[in-house]
């Protein structure tokens, strides 16, 4: 096969970028080190096919390396940079042909071509992200010298723009993702803040008796005693026995009227008539027609100076 005098494009007349930048674009599709996914892999067997080679690549450049979102006819998962000719190609105006690697100057040492896979044909259309950040390209390999037609170099062309618009639906699709998640977060931050804004606001409670539920309006309450797996709720005119926890009493309770004075009692704070030591004495049914002696309950160390900061102390 006879080739063209057609030439690899100067360093000169390659676009100048800024490094920094064109990384950040990189960085920002999330792709570097993904698994492998069908339509980038269809992507590259298309050109392969189209441009007639037993290569080609959907590669991207990072800082140190290239490296393959899709690969045909090679094993490597990526090559150092400096051997790249790809770092060269993201840079062209349009597709960056190397008709024989063999005798081009900047290429004939590079080992890539002088040992596995051999490579003597490239062609590569710049990847090129929607603000002209040059990323990688998708490209064409073959081991003989060879020049592409301009069919081929036009659906080259176009396939590298497909590689782009799944590119950019795919960082799309992350980004929509990561808000998402950030909006469930605010939300549940929200409703948690709404449940607990609820249940400290609570007047009344239901609680399961004999397969029934029994309306205790918090106000009722006098105090609460933990009892093993239950807890016995004392209300001015009678008890009631659930199973369940003090914390999740706790959390059920108005913050406002109710405190923990100890790892077994939860007080009523307007039922508390004295403070002895280490004890507290509740008062009864506040209707004299129903009297009822007052209640002693200990007061944990832990606790006490939390409930004399409830109280208004004179």
Same mark, same amino acid.
């Given at each position: 096969m006879k080739?063209s005098?057609?030439t +690899?494009?100067?360093?000169?007349?390659l676009?100048?970028?800024?490094?920094?930048?064109?990384m950040e674009?990189?960085?920002s599709?999330?792709?570097?080190?993904?698994?492998? &996914?069908?339509?980038f892999?269809?992507?590259?067997q298309?050109?392969a096919?189209?441009?007639?080679?037993?290569?080609?690549?959907?590669?991207?450049i990072d800082?140190e390396r290239?490296?393959?979102?899709?690969?045909v006819g090679? &094993?490597?998962?990526?090559?150092?940079?400096?051997y790249?000719?790809?770092?060269?190609?993201?840079?062209?105006?349009?597709?960056?042909?190397v008709?024989?690697?063999?005798?081009?100057?900047r290429f004939?040492?590079n080992?890539?071509?002088t040992g596995?896979?051999?490579?003597r044909?490239?062609?590569?259309?710049?990847?090129?992200?929607?603000e002209?950040?040059?990323?990688?390209?998708?490209?064409?390999?073959? +081991?003989?010298p060879?020049?592409?037609?301009?069919?081929q170099r &036009?659906?080259?062309r176009?396939?590298?723009?497909?590689v782009?618009?799944?590119?950019?639906?795919?960082?799309?699709?992350i980004?929509?993702?990561d808000?998402?998640?950030?909006?469930d977060?605010?939300?549940?931050m929200?409703?948690?803040?709404g449940d607990?804004?609820?249940?400290?606001?609570?007047t009344?409670?239901?609680?399961?008796?004999?397969?029934?539920?029994?309306?205790i309006a918090?106000?009722?309450?006098?105090?609460?005693e933990?009892?093993?797996?239950?807890?016995?709720?004392?209300?001015t005119r009678?008890?009631?026995t659930v199973?369940g926890?003090m914390k999740d009493?706790?959390?059920?309770?108005?913050?406002r009227?109710?405190?923990?004075?100890h790892r077994?009692?939860?007080v009523?704070?307007?039922?508390i008539m004295?403070? &002895?030591?280490d004890?507290?004495?509740?008062?009864?049914?506040?209707? +004299?027609s129903?009297s009822r002696t007052?209640?002693?309950?200990p007061?944990g160390?832990?606790y006490?100076?939390?409930?004399?900061?409830?109280?208004?102390?004179?």
């Open positions: 080739l005098m057609r +690899t494009p100067a360093d000169a007349t676009r100048q970028v800024n490094e920094p930048e064109r674009a990189l960085h599709y999330q792709v570097l080190d993904t698994d492998p &996914e069908q339509v892999n269809d992507l590259a298309l050109s096919f189209i441009c007639g080679t037993p290569m080609s690549l959907v590669s991207l800082g290239q490296w393959f979102k899709a690969k090679l &094993e490597a998962k990526e090559t150092p940079r400096e790249a000719f790809c770092q060269y190609a993201m840079r062209a105006d349009d597709i960056y042909e008709p024989d690697a063999a005798l081009d100057e004939a040492q080992p890539l071509v596995d896979p051999n490579i044909f490239y062609a590569g259309a710049p990847l090129l992200s929607p002209g950040q040059p990323l990688g390209t998708l490209c064409a390999l073959d +081991t003989v060879r020049e592409l037609t301009e069919d &036009e659906a080259l176009i396939l590298a723009r497909q782009m618009a799944h590119l950019e639906l795919r960082r799309i699709r980004q929509l993702e808000e998402r998640q950030k909006l977060g605010v939300l549940r929200a409703n948690n803040d607990a804004l609820y249940a400290n606001n609570r009344e409670i239901f609680v399961k008796q004999d397969q029934r539920l029994v309306r918090t106000a009722d309450l006098q105090y609460v933990a009892l093993g797996d239950y807890v016995n709720l004392h209300t009678e008890r009631f199973y926890t009493l706790e959390t059920k309770l108005p913050v009227d109710f405190a923990r004075v077994k009692y939860i009523r704070l307007d039922r004295t403070i &002895e030591a004890s507290a004495l509740l008062d009864g049914v506040r209707d +004299t129903l007052p209640v002693r309950v007061i160390s832990s006490k100076a939390g409930l004399l900061g409830r109280l208004n102390l004179v």
